[in-house]
Each structure stands twice: as C-alpha cells, then as structure tokens.
C-alpha cells in the first residue's frame, strides 16, 4: 500500500520560499511520476508540477519559473521548491502518484500579503 506525508508547509510573506517534501512508502519510483496538487477554500484541486521517471518536469503555467520539482530515489522523497511565493499561491498542497494513485494528506502554505 502507498502512503504519502507532505510536510514543510507555513507561513510566508509575498516574495518568499518554502521548501515542501513528500515521503513515500510502498511505491518503485520506477515507471511511475509524481505531482503535486493544490487546494484552496472554495476552489476546485489544481494539478501544479510533476516528474516522471524519465526525469522530465511539468509546470502549470501559473507557477512555472517559479517552482521546480525533484524526485530523490535515493531518499524516496519528492521535493517541490517554491520562489517567489505569491498571495494566489495560498492553499493546501497534496502529493500524488501518477497515473491513478494515492492522495497524501496534504501541508498548507499561506502567503502573507
């Protein structure tokens, strides 16, 4: 069974960085990717980067140049950079295997303005 635990989430003013992880267990990181989504109240869930396992990186348009993504198989993490943090970026962020995997339980960022 995989299970997934985002944590470095916090508070921020505009113009920060946070550091965010994902712990996994129970998961090959081959042949698989991983992304993270976010959430925020009111909101419909926002695809927001991923990796595959080719190494190869998918940004959404709103935070690419901004956030980058890495996977360490080595440590089983996931790691999402964020720069540059924005009010609009405020939200709880979940990680998730790709395609049709596990949800985590999610770490909040709040970006101060």
């Known amino acids: 069974q995989v299970q997934l635990v985002e944590s470095g989430g916090g508070l921020v003013q505009t113009g920060g960085s946070l550091r965010l992880s994902c712990a996994v267990s129970?998961?090959?990181?081959?042949?698989?990717?991983l992304a993270w989504f976010r959430q925020a109240p009111g909101k419909e869930r926002e695809f927001v980067v991923a990796?595959?396992?080719?190494?190869?990186?998918y940004h959404a348009d709103s935070v690419k140049g901004r956030f980058t993504i890495s996977r360490d198989k080595t440590k089983n993490l996931v790691v999402l950079q964020m720069n540059r943090l924005k009010p609009e970026d405020t939200a709880v962020y979940y990680c998730?295997?790709?395609?049709?995997?596990?949800w985590g339980q999610g770490t909040q960022v709040t970006v101060s303005s």
């Open positions: 129970g998961l090959s990181f081959s042949s698989t990717a």
């Open positions: 998730k295997v790709l395609p049709g995997g596990s």
């Open positions: 990796v595959d396992w080719t190494e190869t990186t």
